[in-house]
């Protein structure tokens, strides 16, 4: 089975999903992401959806996934290039994707990233107890 | 109402699922829907086909393209012979699942297609027809 | 009433076509509704020469030009209707080149069956219920073709009057005008988004000082492009809300959520330019040297 490739990018890691994705892919790119943060200690990943014609609920479960188990990994996520047609839809159909930050691009998600990371780690600085 | 083209196509497993999605997306465009359109209605498929191999134990979408009077519509209809549905009522409802899904499945669906009927009977099978007319 | 075809018309046709030609062209070319300036004498007679080869071939199999055989005839017509539109001719001076086939027609007619008055009556039945046809068909053409026009003058409106423009490096905005009905909605909507990928701009105001009401549907639907442009990375700002809107919308239950709202496109604009960092500053003056 092919699995999606993982770049690594600096700090990042950048998945670029330009397949048509089924279950077993999906969750294999799961894994692999989660084995990739810890191994590289990366600060946080870049899924580019550019490619992507259509998210449906399973793809969006899948997005939230990785955002919120990155995050026990210590890691962000940005979710990139979204197309129009795509947003428009996620917004009839209802879907959220509520701890998912997203920016228009690659090179806006990292920027994205290195934002984010600086304010949790004021954030954490300035936490009590 | 006149029904143009009729075809059926089996709907069994993760592939035959992505095969629906691309089915629906050449039949959408074939019937001159806009982009926005193909979009809604191809996830919706998704949607539907995904339910129907998870919850349904797998079954079939019949693809029928319709003329009512001026309009055009495409109609997708699956129908599978699994456990069934036993409240609909709250599986209608937003965000309602049994499985580890985020329950848009079925509302999701209902909300980015123009009709929407489903009958299922606990035991015996489940049949949902989503229809978008352009 | 007989069929055209069992008439004496199709044999006259064919026996007389040069004659019936030459009367019909000199009483077009004659005729006040004759357009000398927009079209030649020699246009005339070849556009005449076609019509009545085309008829004159085709009225062999019968006179409902429903059937196959006519679609030369028709097709000819059609060409000639859309020409002479583009031209400048009125419908009506169109139609009157069909219509004008009648007098030296049922001039023929007359000469030649003088003698047999039921042939007679049977043969001008035919040619006027067939030019009648033909003539009402170049009408036909010619309306669909002003329906078509309008349509693409419609379409153009709507583009036209919805243009995204980019104000700065990463901000956008769309000036909404005149009423907007929720099909002419979606359309801008998803004009904004797509532009917002091309242009790569993160903040988009949507200005809509100059629509006059705001109902419930238009007010989803700026929230659902509002949503959508958060969920590709980008933000929104609706400004130009004038106080019967702001009224409208508190009415109608409308939740604006955590959108950004401001009174003036230039307050948005402002707001814009502060989110990437920017300020506007006076220039110091120069001092006067000679």
Redesign the interface.
């Known amino acids: 089975m092919e699995r999606i490739p993982i770049l690594k990018m600096g700090r990042y890691l950048l998945v670029t999903i330009q397949v048509?994705m089924?279950?077993?892919l999906a969750m294999a790119l799961q894994d692999d992401l989660m084995e990739q943060i810890r191994r590289h200690h990366a600060e946080g990943v870049l899924i580019d959806i550019s490619a992507l014609?259509?998210?449906?609920?399973?793809i969006?479960?899948m997005l939230?996934n990785i955002a919120a188990m990155a995050r026990i990994l210590d890691a962000d996520t940005v979710v990139t290039g979204m197309r129009?047609?795509?947003a428009?839809?996620l917004v009839?159909?209802?879907?959220s994707l509520t701890g998912v930050r997203t920016a228009l691009n690659v090179e806006r998600g990292m920027e994205l990233l290195d934002t984010a990371r600086e304010e949790r780690e004021t954030g954490d600085g300035r936490r009590q107890g | 109402m006149a029904v143009v083209r009729d075809e059926q196509v089996s709907v069994r497993s993760?592939?035959e699922?992505?095969r629906v999605?691309?089915f629906a997306?050449e039949w959408a465009i074939s019937l001159g829907f806009g982009?926005?359109d193909?979009?809604?209605i191809?996830?919706a498929a998704?949607?539907l086909a995904?339910n129907t191999v998870i919850y349904g134990g797998g079954g079939t979408v019949r693809f029928q393209a319709l003329n009512d009077g001026p309009r055009r519509g495409l109609r997708l209809t699956f129908e599978d012979t699994g456990p069934g549905i036993a409240d609909l009522q709250l599986a209608l409802k937003?965000g309602y699942s049994t499985g580890?899904?985020?329950g848009?499945?079925l509302?999701?669906a209902k909300?980015?297609m123009s009709e929407f009927e489903i009958h299922s009977t606990p035991g015996q099978g489940t049949r949902v027809a989503v229809t978008r007319w352009k | 009433m007989t069929d055209g075809a069992k008439s004496a018309l199709p044999s006259l046709l064919g026996r007389y076509e040069k004659e019936i030609l030459e009367d019909w062209v000199k009483l077009q070319l004659a005729s006040d509704t004759h357009r000398a300036d927009l079209v030649t004498e020699r246009d005339v007679r070849s556009e005449s020469q076609r019509f009545l080869e085309a008829t004159r071939t085709a009225i062999a199999n019968g006179t409902d030009i429903r059937t196959p055989e006519w679609n030369d005839v028709k097709n000819l017509l059609t060409e000639l209707s859309q020409s002479r539109a583009r031209q400048g001719f009125s419908p009506s001076e169109t139609a009157m080149f069909v219509f004008s086939l009648k007098q030296p027609l049922f001039g023929r007619i007359r000469t030649e069956l003088a003698k047999d008055p039921a042939a007679l009556a049977d043969a001008t039945w035919a040619a006027t219920s067939l030019i009648d046809r033909l003539g009402i068909l170049t009408m036909e053409v010619y309306q669909k073709g002003r329906e078509g026009v309008i349509q693409r003058q419609q379409e153009e409106l709507l583009e036209l009057s919805t243009p995204v423009v980019r104000l700065w490096d990463n901000v956008v905005a769309v000036p909404l005008i005149g009423t907007l009905d929720s099909a002419r909605t979606?359309v801008v909507m998803?004009n904004l988004l797509q532009e917002i990928v091309n242009l790569g701009a993160a903040i988009a105001i949507i200005d809509i000082t100059g629509v006059p009401t705001v109902d419930t549907l238009v007010a989803q639907h700026l929230l659902k492009a509002v949503a959508a442009a958060r969920l590709m990375g980008a933000d929104c700002i609706i400004s130009g809300i004038r106080p019967q809107i702001a009224q409208t919308i508190v009415h109608l239950g409308v939740d604006l959520g955590d959108v950004v709202t401001k009174a003036t496109l230039a307050d948005a604009f402002a707001l814009a330019l502060k989110r990437n960092g920017l300020t506007v500053t006076k220039v110091a003056a120069v001092s006067s040297g000679s």
């Open positions: 048509d089924h279950d077993r014609d259509l998210v449906d609920s399973f969006g479960r939230g129009p047609a795509v428009i839809t009839e159909l209802g879907l | 993760e592939d699922v992505v999605r691309q997306r982009l926005v193909q979009t809604k191809v996830t998704s949607e995904r937003d580890t899904g985020l848009l499945g509302s999701g909300r980015l | 979606q998803e």
